[in-house]
């Protein structure tokens, strides 16, 4: 794939593609030594984890980005339905099986926090040995009340033309950021460069859909599963959170009572921390592999 060089300068990272169920799965990887899985949510792309890849480089981590179907370098499926919590961890299971992991840890921010620990949980040869939870949810809550974000990909007409035609919400993710800037200019475009044909849009409308509204939604048998692994999970887990996230900064307090075990590390950022803390997320990452933390 030719890529502009705006974009090739900010992210130097060549992608391989693997065949999975659904498509073609694109990732990225960099270094060499323990395995680092890092997943991320909607509607970004391993550019996402840039910063975070450059904070640990020499760390003896072999670090590695898949971009979910829908998204990134990642064939597009074009129908909004496929898009759904067990597709996406079928697709990934795959990947991470054909990558012969060895006792990797899982960083997840977003919807790649369930899709990740679904992934982990139905891949019986992938043992997951410590996991690092940014920004998601995988504990749910004792009530399904869905921002207006995800009750807009509800309605039936005014979601196509927001989601599709207008390409919502690419050009507006600096907004739930703390520092707006974090998001804004060259690295904006590169948000939105995977998704600059129409036809390609279905994976922001189809993963704001995968939210639920109610307990009778699709999504919530595969969430109660993840959240039954991740209790039983007996591996260190660690939660670094944006507290200024405007979408899952208040879903804290949850992840806190169902993980008492969990280390938490609270930062002033917003939703996509990667952006704005990547030096706090290497840290954790760092010392959920054993190495010792830079002074």
């Not at 399904?144 to 009750?151: E, L, S, T």
């Not at 904006?188 to 995977?194: F, G, L, N, T, V």
């Amino acid at each position: 794939m030719n890529e502009p060089r705006w974009l090739s300068s900010q992210f130097p990272y060549p992608s391989a593609v693997d065949g999975v169920p659904g498509g073609a799965m694109a990732w990225v990887e960099s270094g060499r030594g323990r395995d680092v899985v890092c997943v991320h949510g909607n509607p970004t792309w391993s550019f996402l984890w840039r910063k975070v890849f450059a904070a640990l480089e020499g760390q003896r981590l072999r670090l590695l980005a898949p971009d979910l179907l829908g998204c990134g370098r990642s064939s597009k499926p074009r129908a909004v339905a496929w898009h759904g919590l067990d597709g996406h961890a079928a697709a990934l299971t795959a990947w991470m099986e054909a990558r012969r992991l060895q006792d990797p840890i899982l960083v997840v921010q977003d919807w790649g926090g369930p899709i990740g620990l679904l992934a982990a949980a139905r891949a019986p040869r992938v043992r997951i040995s410590a996991v690092c939870l940014l920004n998601t949810g995988v504990v749910l809550p004792g009530r399904f009340r869905g921002k207006g974000f995800h009750r807009l990909s509800r309605a039936p007409v005014l979601s196509q033309v927001l989601f599709r035609a207008m390409g919502f919400p690419l050009g507006w993710l600096g907004r739930v950021q703390a520092d707006r800037r974090s998001i804004s200019g060259e690295v904006a475009r590169a948000y939105r460069w995977p998704f600059r044909s129409v036809a390609d849009r279905a994976a922001p409308l189809g993963l704001a859909r995968m939210v639920p509204g109610g307990p009778d939604h699709p999504s919530v048998p595969g969430l109660r599963e993840v959240e039954a692994w991740l209790r039983a999970f007996p591996g260190p887990v660690e939660l670094v959170w944006g507290r200024k996230d405007p979408l899952l900064g208040g879903a804290l307090a949850r992840h806190v009572r169902a993980l008492p075990r969990a280390r938490v590390t609270e930062t002033d950022a917003g939703h996509f921390l990667q952006e704005e803390v990547p030096d706090i997320i290497a840290r954790s990452i760092r010392r959920l592999a054993g190495m010792q933390e830079a002074p």
